[in-house]
Structures are given as C-alpha cells and as structure tokens.
Nanobody, 125 residues
Framework: QVRLVESGGGLVHVGDSLRLSCVAF????????MAWFRQAPGKEREFVLY????????YSGNSVKGRVTGSRDNSKNTVYLQMNSLKPEDTAIYSC??????????????????WGQGTQVTVSS
C-alpha cells in the first residue's frame, strides 16, 4: 500500500508562487496515476491537477488553468504542483491522491484510492 506525503504549503501573498510536492512511499510512484485536489473551508473538494504515470500528460482544473504546471520525477517517487500568480481564492488544503487503476474521470475524487494528509496553502491579500 502506498503512502502519500505532501509538503511545500505555507503563507504567501497575492501574486506569489509556490511549489508543492507529493512523495509516494511504500510503492514505486510510477505505478500510480496521481492528482492534486484542494478544499477550502465550507467548500467542496476541487480538482487541481492530474499527472499520468509517465509524467508526460497533465491536465489542470478550470479555476487554475494557466497558473499551474505539473511535473513528475519517478526516480524520486514525487509529483510537483507549481502554482503561480496566487490569489486569495487559492487558499485551501491541497491534497495528493493516487490510483493504480485506469482512470476514466481524472477530475473526480472518487477515482482515487489513496490520499495524503494535505498541506495548507494560505494566500494573503
């Protein structure tokens, strides 16, 4: 069973950039399709980024499109989420998710079997 650990969150200001990391422990990261979701207080969980197993294909959510990029280093079992031009509405807990199965709906949280604890991102105006 894989264990996911996120890091890189913190308090930043509007317009800043931040890079989050998600490390997979216990199993080779290349076995899993991975994704980032976020959840703000009082709101539903929202899709942010999907990374396929190879690290060649990424999809981002509409609310962050153009401001986030993904990358993946399978030699380090790590997926990265680079966020730029941060806004107060980006404030949320960002969680990493993984699935060994084929994913039809990459933006649906129910497609993923494993989740990390999350890392808090706070964007101050």
């Amino acid at each position: 069973q894989v264990r996911l650990v996120e890091s890189g969150g913190g308090l930043v200001h509007v317009g800043d950039s931040l890079r989050l990391s998600c490390v997979a422990f216990g199993r080779p990261g290349s076995w899993y399709a991975m994704a980032w979701f976020r959840q703000a207080p009082g709101k539903e969980r929202e899709f942010v980024l999907y990374a396929d197993r190879t690290g060649f294909t990424f999809y981002s959510g509409n609310s962050v499109k153009g401001r986030v990029t993904g990358s993946r280093d399978n030699s380090k079992n790590t997926v990265y989420l680079q966020m730029n031009s941060l806004k107060p509405e980006d404030t949320a807990i960002y969680s990493c998710a993984a699935s060994r199965d084929h994913i039809e709906n990459y933006d649906y949280s129910g497609s993923y079997d494993y989740w990390g604890q999350g890392t808090q991102v706070t964007v101050s105006s």
